[in-house]
């Protein structure tokens, strides 16, 4: 994955709504048309099964050994122990966050334009600039300023995970099936992005796209290998150090990654002032009824 270290002020960043799902866009403010824009999919609250079993994680890392992947036991065993979350009603963007959704934010506030690996500007590329591509070049503290001032945040991890395997448990978006080049952008195909919901076979069944593949995913969770240990049952989030350079959990894989990067319960983990041109971020928000 290429990357940069971005660096900008941190102490002066805003963190007004990370603690709370939803904070609120002024009503006619730029910020809140955009949010009107967003075409979000409710995900009903319940109890899901988060992460794997051990000899699903067996499984995995024999897969991953035969493709010659790099990845090690410790990037599957972090998924354990499988456990029961609950998590309250909410919404999530259908879609990854847009150039076109990502400009808005950048000409109401002056955020930083997004950046390249070589400090270049993503937006002068033309297989990364089109409207309805991924907005990439983002670091976690972007993603997040983005996400509060629509009046929504991140999606902690459970949230992700959850609306990625669409209710039924699924080892990937769309089923259990192997991902094949009619459900998700990944191992180069395109050489870039792709426009979102390209890929409508690859849908939850709840209808999120794009959850595998494309771009990885920004969570609002610090990365802890053994944080489903000690993580709460109920709307779990972890924010316990609120240290501002530890890496962050981004999720879904990449169209630079290959097929075993793709399961919905796959963690992976980002340093937070990075960027690279396969991370976006996709956003959630409480669902009205429970405001």
């Known amino acids: ?4 270290a971005y660096f900008f002020p941190v102490f002066l960043i805003a963190a007004i709504c990370t603690d709370n ?16 824009q967003i075409e979000w999919v409710r995900i009903p609250g319940g109890k899901f099964l988060m992460g794997s079993t051990a000899k699903e994680i067996e499984s995995f890392y ?41 400009r808005s934010f950048v000409e109401a506030t002056h955020r930083p334009i997004p950046r390249g690996h070589k400090r270049e500007t993503v937006w002068q590329d033309e297989s990364l600039n089109q409207d309805h591509q991924p907005v990439v070049g983002v670091t ?7 996400a509060e001032w629509i009046g929504a945040s991140l999606p ?13 448990g699924s080892r990937y978006p769309w089923g259990n099936a192997p991902p094949t080049r009619t459900s998700a952008n990944f191992a180069r195909r395109h050489q870039s992005t792709v426009t979102v919901g390209n890929y409508p076979e690859g849908n939850t069944a709840e209808g999120v796209s794009d959850m595998a593949g494309n771009v990885w995913e920004w969570c609002l969770d610090a990365y802890d290998p053994h944080f489903y240990a000690i993580g709460k049952e109920r709307n779990p989030v972890n924010q316990r150090d609120r240290n501002f350079l530890e890496d962050r959990v981004i999720r879904g894989g990449s169209w630079v990654y290959g097929r075993i990067f793709m399961r919905s319960a796959l963690r992976f983990k980002f340093y937070p002032l990075s960027t690279a041109n396969d991370v976006g971020f996709r956003v959630v928000r409480q669902v009205a009824d429970e405001r």
Not at 21 to 36: F, I, K, R, W
Not at 83 to 95: G, M, P, Y
Not at 157 to 162: D, F, H, L, P, S
């Open 1 to 4: 994955m290429r990357h940069l």
């Open 140 to 146: 976690w503290y972007d993603a997040q300023a983005f």
């Open 21 to 36: 799902l939803v904070c609120s866009a002024e009503v006619g403010s730029v910020a809140y048309q955009a949010n009107q």
């Open 156 to 168: 902690s991890e459970a949230q992700w995970e959850r609306a990625a395997r669409g209710g039924r």
């Open 62 to 102: 024999k897969e991953a050994r035969l493709r010659s992947s790099t990845l090690d036991r410790h990037t599957f065993e972090a998924e354990r122990p499988q456990r029961w979350v609950i998590l309250s009603s909410f919404e999530i963007s259908k879609h990854e966050i847009t150039n076109a959704q990502y």
